[in-house]
């Protein structure tokens, strides 16, 4: 059984929260890393040893790939294909589905579930999956970085040689989707080791990567679940540049590539396959509800009110994205349109500054150097004075810096920041996603400032009484939830941004393009 979490535990875990929060956001777009592209002609099926290989351009790069700390976007890609959890959610449907165990979780009672592994489950080094592997790897992941997202258990036991009883603190309706963020790995696994090339039981196992330009895989020879690997290897380069990562699939020296940006798409048209997916990723404004005058909702809804969603997607994402008319969007199965939605309508903002008894609104926007972010500000600069709002001054630094030197400190003392982010990665059920930046973390307790405010204790209220109940219930709780944050808006989306993604049909069968950052080949033959 599990032992209760220690103060420092707790403390430890704080800041980690908050250090995945910048891994998270920083992992959002833009970059200012030039890529060399890969050499043409190299995408193949066939790798020059007569294998059959999967070829590919990620966006994204890291040095730690270890399932239960790692907020990386290509480590956590990485890992779908090599890593497997009780249960998973399919990165293209969302839909969880049994991975290392032989079916979902059986409740036996209102706090107790069941569950039984694959039979003769191994690790990729040959050794027996073990209920002790299990048991530990809930044990790692419960004091890291995904602690808070896993509050809701209470201990995981071994039960008998081939199975696991989860029991959970109260009723809890999202066991089956929320256990997939604990990845299985042999329980003697270093810290260092599972950082660097972590052992898993999925269709692939990693070859290469630390330090790499690449990461490689091979085929798994010890796998026997449903989604075995069709290829012999896999090669991803590792190309952040964007003009690099297109000159790739354009010259065919990889045959898919993630995170198409919008004013390149021309460029592959008659080259590749390309589709676009509706996601979670977005750009939102934070305001530092413990200061005069963002104290107020009706200043905050001002602000919001005073900013054109659909000119700024239009100018600065070619369309590629979708206004904010709730905290999801509207793809989402859970969507509900909030009670607020936030129109262009500067007469609306001067109303609502008057209400509050503000003139004059004027303060520093704080921006990260994402290349789309960066690119807003001065549009969102030129609207909001359209409403007499005046932004004085736009400072744009790099998300780690940003964070560190303007949100994460004693008393802050800024006005207002824009920054991207996208936790959908984790999960996709609205708990998840409101408690990543409404939750009793780093975003409320110091980023925002909202914890304890009356819109905060009113949100969890229905919450925490959410995730116990099942149907129309919880969907009503849900909305209920949704409207809390649309007035309240102590952070708040703008819009929610499409994924495309190109690939090529000569060269693989079964792709499928998703909505998250990141690229799936679970599934996917090489032709």
């Not at 480590?75 to 293209?92: F, R, Y």
Request: one cysteine or more; aromatic letters at 8%; charged letters at 25%.
């Amino acid at each position: 059984m599990r032992a209760p979490t220690s103060q420092r535990t707790l403390a430890r875990m704080a800041g980690l929260a908050a250090i995945a929060a910048l891994g998270l956001t920083a992992c959002g777009g833009g970059t200012t890393t030039k890529d060399e592209p890969a050499a043409a002609g190299d995408s193949s099926s066939e790798s020059s040893s007569g294998a059959s290989i999967i070829t590919a351009a990620v966006g994204y790069d890291t040095d730690n790939y270890d399932p239960g700390t790692t907020t990386s976007a290509l480590a956590l890609a990485a890992n779908w294909h090599t890593m497997e959890g009780l249960t998973e959610l399919d990165p293209a449907t969302r839909e969880v589905y049994p991975a290392l165990a032989a079916e979902l979780p059986t409740k036996v009672d209102d706090t107790t579930y069941e569950v039984t592994l694959r039979d003769g489950a191994k690790f990729s080094d040959g050794t027996d999956v073990t209920p002790a592997d299990v048991v530990a790897a809930f044990n790692r992941t419960m004091d890291g970085f995904y602690a808070p997202m896993l509050s809701f258990i209470d201990s995981v036991e071994a039960n008998g040689d081939n199975g696991v009883t989860i029991k959970t603190k109260y009723p809890f309706s999202l066991v089956n989707e929320r256990i997939s963020l604990v990845k299985v790995v042999p329980e003697g696994q270093t810290d260092d080791e599972l950082k660097s090339a972590p052992i898993g039981t999925g269709p692939y196992k990693m070859t290469e990567a630390i330090k790499s330009k690449h990461v490689k895989f091979a085929k798994n020879e010890n796998y026997n679940g449903d989604r075995p690997a069709g290829a012999d290897e896999m090669r991803w380069d590792i190309l952040v540049d964007d003009t690099a990562r297109v000159t790739a699939m354009s010259e065919g020296s990889v045959v898919a590539m993630e995170n198409v940006p919008s004013v390149s798409k021309s460029l592959l048209e008659g080259k590749a396959e390309m589709e676009a997916k509706q996601g979670f990723n977005l750009p939102f404004v934070m305001f530092n509800t413990q200061k005069a005058p963002f104290n107020d909702p009706k200043v905050r809804q001002a602000v919001l009110y005073g900013i054109n969603a659909d000119e700024l997607i239009e100018n600065t994402l070619d369309g590629s994205a979708e206004a904010a008319t709730s905290f999801l969007p509207e793809s989402h199965p859970n969507y509900h349109e909030a009670s607020e939605v936030y129109t262009y309508d500067p007469e609306k903002s001067k109303e609502l500054l008057k209400e509050a008894g503000v003139e004059d609104l004027h303060f520093v926007l704080n921006t990260t150097d994402h290349g789309w972010i960066a690119n807003m500000a001065p549009l969102i600069q030129q609207q909001l004075a359209g409403a007499g709002i005046t932004v004085d001054t736009i400072d744009t630094q790099a998300s780690g810096a940003m964070y560190s030197n303007v949100t994460d400190v004693d008393d802050p003392q800024f006005d207002v920041v824009l920054a991207p982010g996208d936790p959908s990665v984790f999960g996709n059920d609205p708990d998840l996603l409101m408690n990543w930046w409404y939750g009793d973390n780093a975003w409320t307790q110091k980023r925002s400032g909202w914890k304890g405010s009356d819109g905060y204790n009113k949100l969890h209220e229905l919450m925490d009484k959410a995730v116990r109940a099942t149907g129309d219930e919880q969907q009503d709780l849900w909305n209920q939830s949704y409207d809390v944050i649309a007035e309240e808006v102590p952070i708040y989306p703008l819009f929610h941004r499409s994924v495309t993604s190109a690939w090529n049909n000569d060269e693989v069968e079964g792709f499928q393009p998703i909505a998250l950052t990141g690229i799936s080949f679970l599934d996917v033959e090489a032709k």
